[in-house]
C-alpha cells in the first residue's frame, strides 16, 4: 500500500509535506527547447532510502514543463532527452542488453514489449562483420511469470550469463499517483528494479545483484491503483485505513487507465525506442 | 454523475435503499442449470422512469448465482440464457439486424466489434438462394463518431432503410457501479440505447424513435467510472459532492478496469455471439 | 484470369507487346524530389476499354523511380505526391467520404481499414461550429460481405444518401502481377470500383452510377495471384491454359504475399491517410 | 532448394517416386474416430539420412483422412491426437519446457508464439507447493533474431541449463510443398530443429547437441515457397532449374499463403496448445 507509486519523483512530493527529507537531493532543470522538465533525485544513503522507500540511486524524470500540454506534441524533445540521459549512464562501446518488462496481452503492461519491438538490433550483425562502429544491442521481452512460470530474474540472469553484455536496460510499465503523468512522464534509474514495483509485479529485484551486471530501468507509469486515488481523495485522515479495508477485494486487481491507453501506449514506446536507438544512429550512418 | 451506471439492476439496488419503487417490478429467477440467476426489471409508467432514470421498457440481466465464481466456466449456461431471452424477444422468421457499438481499438470499449466479429452472417447467403429455413441476420460494426465524423444513430437508420430489417440488435459495452459485475453480466432491454449511455458515451438515442424499427439492446459492463468508484466509497454523505468536485479533471476520461480486461472482454463477447448465433443454429444444422 | 492485376499500369505493359493500344495514352513524369515517378494512362473510348479491360478514365501510378528502393524512404515523396494529385481532382471545399474497404482481420486486405482509422476526420466538429476553414471528412471501414451480409456498395450508397458528400474515395488493397510493385505503388483513378476487383474481390461496382457522387478509387497492390506467377514463369506458350487448369483448386483462394506483409501495409497505408490529411492540415494548422 | 518442404512426408512421397527408400520405414494407421490418419516415418540411418535429407529419427503426420474436411471439424480428434503421441514420447513426471519460435509480428510465423500464449503454466506453482501431481510446464516465446540479436538455441541452451527441465518441445511454423496441408497438418519429431527450416529459417540447429537436453518438434505447416509451387506445375523436366533461376530475387522472401491465414493460425495453434495441455489436465483437475 506504501509503494502505490512507483515514482521516486511522487514518492519525493509526499514525504516533502512530511519534512522528512534526510538523505535525499533533488535539482530540476529546464533543457534547452525550453519545454521540457528533468527533475534528478539522488537517494545517498539509508536514510534517504527510509524516507522514500527505494534503493539509493538516482532517479531522473524527464516530463514536459506543462504536463497536460504533453499529449504527443513533444515527442522528439522527450525522445532527445533521454537519449542524452543514457548517453552520460551508457559507456561508450558498451555491450548493451534490452529487456522489455510486462505482458503484450495486457495493454497497460505491454510498454516493455513494445520497446523492444522497435529497436535497431545490431548485435547480430556485429557478429557477422558488420556496423563496426555502431555499439552492441540485443534484447529480449520475457514475458511475466504467469505466462512462462519463470522468474524475470532467472531468465535475464541466464541470457546475461549467456551472451555477456556490459549492462542491462530493463523497460517497464509503472504505478503512478497523479492521473496527470499517466504515459507522459519517464523515470530513468540506475538502480534496476525492486521487488514488487512495476504493473505486474514483480516479485524478484532485478539489479546489478541477481542478474550480475549493472541494471538501468526505464518506466512510464501507465496505470494508477484504486488505492492511490482513494488516498488522493480522502486525504490522510485517519480513518483512511479503514476506508481501504472496506474495498472490495475485487480492487486489488484492478488499475484506473486513460480510455485511450492503447493509443498513448503506442506514442509512449516510440518515443522511448527512439531514445534508444539514437545510441546507435550516428554510428550507423556514417558507415 | 447520476447515470454513472447503466445496469438497471444497480439502479434499483439503489433506489430501493431510498424506497422509491413506484411504477418499477422486479423478478427474480434461477435457471435450469441452477447457475444462472436471471433478474427482470419492469418500468412501467412515467413514474418508474423518473425512480430509476432509465426509459420504460423490459431490462433483463443475465448473471452467475455466485458473481465471483463466473469467470468464463459458465460460459455455455450463460449463452444459453441470452438465446432463450432473445428467442422469446424476437419474432419466427425476423430479419435480424446486429450494430456492434464502439471502438475495436480501446479495449473496454471494443465489445460490440468483437461480438460481431463472431457472428454466422446469412443475409447474402439467403438472397442466393441458400439457408431457406435459417432466418435473415445482417450486421456492422459502425465504428464511433471520432473515427467516422457520423452519429451512429445516422449510420444505423441510414442502413435500416436500405436493408430493411424488422429488428436492430445493439451490443455495446456499459459502465457498472460495483467491479464484481465487470465483464460477468449480460443485460438485455427492448429500449433500445438512451443518449450519454456505454463506454463511449454515444450522443444520440439508438431506439425505434430514430431508427424506425424496434431495437433490442445487448450490454456488458466493462468499466467502472472513477466517481462511480468514491461514491461508494465515501458513502451519502452530504461533502460527496464536493469530493467529486475536487477531482482531478483528467479522471473525467478515466475508467477503473480489471488488469486482464482484454481477456475478460474476448470470452464474453463470444458467450453472446454464441447466444445470436444459437438462433440461426437449429435451421442450419437440419439443411 | 484476365484481370490478374488491378493495376492499369500492369494492364497496358501487356497489352503493350501485343500492339493494340488504340484508345489508350500516357503520359510519364519525374516529381521535383526527382525520387518519384508518376505515370497517367487515360483510357478514352470503348475502344481504349477494349484493350485493357478497365473502364475509361484516369489512371494515375505512384511510385519510386527504382522501384527496389521503396522500402520507406521515400515515404514523405510518396504521400506529396498522392497529396497533389488528390488536391488536382478534388474541388476546393468539397464534401469528402471516405470508405476503407477490406477485411481488417486479413493483413493483404486490411489495408482500406488501416487508412481510415488514421485519417483527421472532421465532419462531426464542423458541424458544431469548428474548424470552419477545413473541408468537412467523414470515413467508413464497412468491413466485407462475408462479415456483414450486406453489399459494401449498398452500405455506400446508404451512408451517401444520408450524409450527402460532395465524392466519395474507396480505399482498397489490389492484386498485382509483378512482385517489385507489391506494397510500393499507389494508383488513384476517377472510375471508382469495378466488380471482381480488389483482394477481397467486391462483386459489384462502386462508381457514381451506383453510389451517386463521383467515385476516386485510391490503390495499392498487396498481393499476387497464384495464377499470376505461373503465367510470367511459363509465358503466353500455348499449354499455359493447361497448366492453369491443373492447378491445385485451393489455389484459387491463395495470394502470395511477401513475409513483412504485416509491417509493409501499416507503413503504405500511413503514407496514403498523410496524403488525404494533408487535405486539411494547413487549414487546421491556421485556425 | 532441396528442402522446399519441412514436412519428412512430403519429402518421402518424392523419394518414392524416384524408388530409394533404403533406411526409411512407413507405417500409417487410421484412428478410432475414423477421421484422423496417422503416418510415422522412421528414418533408421546414414542411409535414409540422405534419402529424405533430414536426421535420424521418428516423424509423425496427424491429418484427417479427408484433407480437404479438415476445416476445424476435427479440432478435437486432431488434439486428442497430438496428446496421445506426446504422452508416449514424454517420459510420466518429466519437467517439459515450451519453446514457441518464430515472430509474432508476421503471421505466417507466429504459430509458436501463439501456442505458448495459450499453456498452462505450472512450474511456479509447483514451485511454491501448488498441483503437486501436475507435470512442471515452462515456456517462452524467444522471439527471432532479427529482434533479438541473439540465436534462438543460445537463448533455449541458457534457459535449460538454468531451469534445468528434462524435455525441450518446440513449436513452430513450417513450409510445405502441399496447399492442402497447409494449417492442416501435425508433424511430431524426436529429431529437434535442423538448421535452415521453418518459416522464419532458423540458422541454427536446436537438437539435444546444441540444448544438452532432448529436443521434441511439433510443426504445422503455414506457408509454401514459390519455388516449391512451380516445381509442382512445371515438374520434374530438365528445365525446371533454368525456370528457377529465372524467378524474380523478390521471391525468395515471398510466401504463398491462403487469403485466411490469420483465423486457421489462431485454430491450429489452438489445437496444439489443447493437445499439450492435456497432458496436465487430469491431474489438475483431480486436485
Known sequence: ?????????????????????????????????NHIRETRITIKDKEGEQVLGKPMGQYITIETKDLSANDGSYHKEMSEALYLNLKEMIPRNAKVFVAGLGNSDVTADSLGPKVVGNLWITRHL?????????????????????????????VLEALAEKIKPDLLIVVDALAARSSSRLNKTIQISDTGIAPGSGVGNHRNEITEKTVGIPVLAI???TVISVPAIISDIVGNETDNGDILEMLDEDFASMHVTPKNIDESIKRISYTISEGINHLLHNHIKAE
Chains 1, 2, 3, 4 share one sequence.
Open 1 to 33: 500500500m506504501q509503494n502505490r507509486t512507483d515514482l521516486a519523483l511522487e514518492l519525493k512530493e509526499e514525504a516533502e509535506e512530511e519534512s522528512k527529507l534526510k538523505g535525499v537531493s533533488m535539482k530540476t532543470r529546464i533543457d534547452a527547447s
Open 126 to 154: 556485429k557478429r557477422e562483420g558488420y556496423l563496426k562502429d555502431a555499439i552492441e544491442l540485443s534484447a529480449i521481452a520475457p514475458g511475466v511469470m504467469a505466462q512462462t512460470g519463470i522468474e524475470t530474474s532467472e
Open 219 to 221: 518506466g512510464v507509469p
